[in-house]
């Protein structure tokens, strides 16, 4: 009895010790898929931030270009009495808007304009529609730029 006692007892054993082999074994089936979500998550999170990274910034160089022009537009819708008078030159309130706001429709973008003297500023704001990170909620990015005009007479750098 006691042989038989000790056969099982030695049978139960192996069966323990092969038992806990398999699943020491297993124990990390799955880690790898587990892994591999990680990095994908991770991976379009960059993915994100390059693509509409470059997006936010081509939307601001769009607007300062738009603006510059815009504005440059503006500041040339000059007034007739100031190119025939020798003093600073200045542009049309209604004329220097009208200019710039024809630029920033033909651009396709929205912005404001403001005319003080012989100075004409433009405001440009682009949307930009992204293409990754709408997946978490962020469908637009904008770009926003300003810049000035000033009509000038002749060269400004004083050489010959």
Do not use: C, W
Not at 14 to 35: D, I
Request: glycine share 12%; charged share 15%.
């Amino acid at each position: 009895m006691n042989r038989l006692i000790r056969e099982r007892a030695s049978g139960l054993r192996a069966a323990a010790l092969r038992r806990l082999r398999q699943v020491r074994a297993e124990g990390e089936r799955g880690f790898v898929s587990l892994y591999v979500v990680a990095i994908t998550v991770g991976l379009v999170a960059l993915a994100g931030l390059v693509i509409d990274g470059g997006n936010a910034l081509a939307a601001r160089e769009k607007a300062a270009d738009t603006a510059q022009q815009a504005a440059r537009a503006g500041a040339d819708a000059l007034s007739p009495d100031s190119l025939r008078n020798p003093g600073a030159l200045s542009a049309t309130p209604a004329g220097a808007t009208r200019a710039a706001n024809q630029v920033l429709s033909t651009g396709g973008v929205t912005g404001t304009v403001s005319v003080d003297g012989d100075q004409v500023t433009v405001t440009v704001v682009v949307h930009q529609a992204t293409t990754i990170l709408s997946a978490v909620g962020v469908n637009q990015i904008t770009g926003t730029a300003t810049a000035s005009a000033i009509a000038l007479r002749g060269t400004t750098t004083g050489g010959t």
